[in-house]
């Protein structure tokens, strides 16, 4: 099986059917309380999944209803007591392994490199297992409406960069390095003002001092928009995080062809539009952890 392919497939058959409404796989919906904000996906284990692995398990859940944000695979659920019922589907994830190659194999005296190889996983939603009974740690810890604001505006102002309110557009601009917002007030809910944010402040991650994405020599003119998908998916991560719901984007519907031409072309584009997108998430998420310091 080629795993990159199979993975690509997957997420292009998902946004082709969620076109119509702009809902992409990382438009999480909650299966129990529509609407809701939808919880990281994570292992059994504790393991928060990532990258390419996120969309898959969210637009599986939402495919087949499953409200738990729990998952594992078939031995984990055995090692626990569970029992994955007969006839239920599993649904593919891709796990990262580290091996160390030869730099040059034409000579054993050369150092090694280290080189990723993805592997592909079958995995099952708690809804699909019976015998299984969560601790208290392992549900979603759910906050009120003023501590996720609260935490909201933290994470942002913890962040470090300059927002600016005023007008009806929301962008990021390299020239002066910041972010234009239109006012809270003028969103129909502090959950599109806050996603829009976390949105721009993905963006905000790409500059050449921070995570310094460059896309111009692999995608050519697609590179704008693949930073649109990275930006897209980066804020889904965010929102998660932050217990906020993520609606779809009506403006950008426009992206939605060059998205669905990139991936189709390039099998591995997918994977890496995630990577960043992780990555940007991650560094800001790292700033929380500097400004805590800085206080202390």
Not at 26 to 33: C, P
Not at 150 to 173: K, P
Not at 180 to 185: G, I, K, S, V
Not at 231 to 236: Q, S
């Amino acid at each position: 099986m080629d795993l990159y392919q199979t993975v690509t497939d997957r997420i292009v058959s998902m946004i082709e059917r969620g076109a119509g409404e702009w809902r992409m796989p990382w438009h999480a919906a909650s299966a129990s309380e529509p609407g809701a904000p939808v919880a990281m996906p994570r292992n059994v284990t504790g393991h928060t999944y990532r990258g390419v692995n996120v969309p898959l398990l969210w637009a599986s859940a939402e495919a087949f209803g499953y409200a738990s944000p729990i998952w594992a695979t078939y031995r984990q659920w055995q090692e626990r007591g569970a029992q994955v019922r007969g006839g239920e589907k599993s649904t593919l994830i891709v796990f990262w392994k580290r091996i160390e190659v030869a730099a040059n194999d034409n000579d054993d005296d050369d150092p090694t490199e280290t080189r990723l190889i993805a592997r592909g996983y079958a995995v099952f939603n708690a809804a699909q297992v019976d015998g299984f009974d969560p601790k208290p740690a392992e549900c979603t810890a759910k906050r009120s409406e003023p501590q996720r604001i609260e935490a909201t505006e933290a994470f942002f102002r913890n962040a470090g960069a300059i927002v600016r309110h005023g007008g009806t557009r929301a962008f990021y601009t390299t020239a002066g390095d910041y972010i234009q917002m239109p006012e809270l007030r003028q969103f129909v809910a502090a959950d599109r003002y806050y996603s829009t944010l976390a949105h721009e402040h993905v963006h905000w991650t790409g500059a050449a001092h921070r995570c310094a994405r460059e896309f111009g020599k692999r995608f050519g003119d697609a590179a704008y928009a693949f930073e649109e998908l990275v930006a897209e998916l980066g804020a889904a991560f965010l929102c998660a995080d932050l217990g906020l719901s993520n609606e779809p984007r009506p403006d950008h519907a426009a992206y939605i062809a060059s998205w669905l031409r990139v991936l189709k072309d390039d099998k591995r584009a997918i994977f890496t539009a995630a990577s960043k997108a992780q990555a940007g998430a991650d560094y800001l998420a790292g700033l929380q952890i500097t400004a805590t310091e800085l206080a202390a």
